[in-house]
């Protein structure tokens, strides 16, 4: 057994920079290099992909990732694992096997995780008996939606990856895992930890650490508080875990890289989009964070310990993605003198011009940018005086409709402002209605879903 | 003068779903029992109003001076769906430092 394992977060989304993975790839001496590269709404995205093109479905990135780093990562000894495979981890294993051959590297191995998908046994859970209800609105009326179901995924954990690392692996390439089963697998895998009460601390140590390097360089000085005090985040480095078998890890980041790595932006993360610290639940366990203690043990350079956890869930999350209308918007902006005034006359003619144009709407909203757009009822407004004395206001509106053809009115009514509207209305390009996906968020008890792992060689 | 908790803490926010986290940070170990006396869930859904059509909840971490509040339906349905242009809550979350400091 290993005494230590590296491993490196090279992607906090999809659409991150490469170059400080690359970095991490040649600096960093590590066992792993780990990407994340699904949000919520991703999964949806792939599949509409996939209906499209059968072959698609998958993140691109994490194919043309794959494709530059499996030579160095080869050469080094680290193997690379994301969950980059979306809706289509096989034709996202097949494209890298065949990148893998046409770079001459013969032999490597490619284990494509599957068994997170669900959408075409959806009526038979149904039939089942699982509600469905919606964790989040407490509804039960799954089947007002049924119709209009494009995906379902549920949040697995990381047996699929350590089954693929057993195999020996180079290359992981995963569905819906969670976020931070690309690290807590590859970390089980090397110690040889069971999903066990007799390791709940220890996976909980190793989920508590994944989520704080799931962002990337959200630890590491990105979307710090502390932003003016952070060096050359456009240089920014990602960050490394190192684990031990007791649970206990450092994290840091490769010398000489941008950014910072201390007691306080690990912090800053600890606490982003969790729920109750002391439950932080993933499919792989679930994790304590206010038990764990945090130390310094030199620049850039943070210790975590002490983390307590409780064994993995009898429930997962799956979290469906149905079609639910449309959304159009337009966006406009108004001078000094009297900015605001001006603002307030555009939305009162929009609201004439929807209701001259026979809008149906389902929801209207409307901000004024530069006074409330992004926190609504929270910002106090100025008086209209001091409004008025403002160097710009903008107008921004947005509604919610059933079809395009409702959603194409806004863009159009937006548009008559040209003329119709206050002197010095500036637009910019008019935006196109978008489709809306909406989320089903629900719970499915664990024995439905059975991870499968299938080894690919070039 | 009216301090704020923008004069003791920092935060950093985000979403899952339809609802709004957010992590409240005290600049110093100090500022900590203040933080915790000035957040609560009425507080918060008085700030943002129809904003906020869930539940509040404040979730205290004394090992790291924290305090985690979460919003529910307060996001105006979730990123794929709301008309805000915050969609995720990243912003939404700053409000929070400009609630009065509790001395």
């Known amino acids: 057994m290993k005494q230590t394992v590296r491993l490196g977060s090279g992607s906090g989304f999809w659409g991150d920079a490469m170059d400080p993975a690359m970095e991490l790839l040649g600096k960093g001496k590590l066992d792993y290099l780990c990407f994340d590269f699904l949000a919520e709404l991703t999964m949806a995205l792939l599949q509409r992909q996939k209906l499209k093109n059968p072959q698609m479905g998958y993140v691109p990135d994490a194919v043309q990732y794959m494709k530059a ?112 089963a690309v690290y807590v697998g590859p970390i089980m895998h090397e110690f040889g930890w069971r999903h066990d009460d007799a390791h709940a601390d220890r996976i909980a140590a190793a989920i508590t650490l994944g989520h704080i390097v799931e962002c990337a360089a959200a630890c590491t000085g990105g979307m710090s508080s502390r932003f003016a005090e952070m060096p050359r985040m456009g240089m920014v480095g990602f960050p490394i875990i190192e684990m031990w078998p007791d649970g206990t890890a450092e994290l840091s980041k490769v010398a000489g890289s941008g950014g910072r790595l201390d007691a306080f932006t690990v912090k800053e993360h600890m606490v982003y989009e969790i729920h109750d610290p002391r439950s932080y639940v993933m499919p792989d366990g679930i994790a304590d964070f206010t038990s764990l203690a945090l130390e310094e043990p030199g620049p850039d350079r943070v210790r975590v310990s002490q983390v307590r956890g409780r064994p993995a869930p009898e429930m997962l999350k799956l979290v469906i993605g149905y079609q639910d209308g449309w959304i159009g918007e337009s966006m406009s902006f108004f001078p000094w003198p009297y900015a605001y005034d001006r603002a307030v006359k555009a939305k009162q003619s929009m609201l004439e011009r929807f209701e001259r144009m026979g809008l149906e709407a389902e929801q209207i909203h409307f901000d004024f940018v530069g006074l409330n757009t992004l926190h609504g009822p929270g910002a106090p407004l100025p008086d209209r005086g001091a409004a008025n004395e403002l160097n710009e206001v903008g107008l921004r509106c947005a509604v919610k409709t059933r079809t395009v053809e409702e959603a194409e009115k806004v863009r159009r009514a937006a548009s008559h402002l040209w003329i119709m509207g206050p002197g010095g209305t500036s637009f910019g390009t008019p935006m196109k209605p978008r489709p809306v996906v909406s989320l089903w968020p629900t719970l499915v008890p664990r024995e439905l879903i059975k991870a499968h792992t299938e080894i690919l060689e070039a | 003068m009216t301090h704020l908790l923008r004069d003791i803490a920092y935060v950093r926010s985000g979403d899952k779903g339809d609802t709004c986290t957010a992590g409240l940070i005290a600049k110093t170990p100090e500022d900590y029992p203040a933080l915790l006396r000035s957040v609560t869930p009425e507080k918060v859904k008085a700030l943002y109003g129809d904003w906020i059509k869930g539940k509040v909840n404040c979730y205290p971490m004394d090992n790291i001076q924290a305090v985690v509040v979460v919003m529910e339906q307060a996001l105006g349905g979730g990123a794929t769906r709301t008309l805000r242009l915050d969609q995720t809550g990243k912003s939404l979350g700053h409000a929070l430092l400009r609630l009065p400091k509790v001395e």
């Open chain 1, 69 to 180: 780093m499996m030579p160095a990562a080869r050469a080094n000894g680290t193997k690379l694992i994301s969950n980059g495979g979306g809706v289509n981890p096989r034709a996202a294993a097949q494209r890298i096997v065949e990148d893998a051959q046409a770079l001459g590297l013969k032999g490597i191995r490619v284990a494509l995780v599957e068994g997170d998908g669900v959408l075409d046994r959806i009526d038979d859970m149904l039939a089942q008996g699982i509600p469905f209800t919606n964790m989040e609105t407490g509804s039960t009326g799954f089947r007002d939606v049924r119709k209009r179901v494009v995906a379902a995924n549920v949040y697995t954990d990381s047996a699929g990856i350590i089954s693929g690392l057993a195999q020996g692996a180079d290359v992981v390439i995963a569905g819906r895992v969670s976020d931070n």
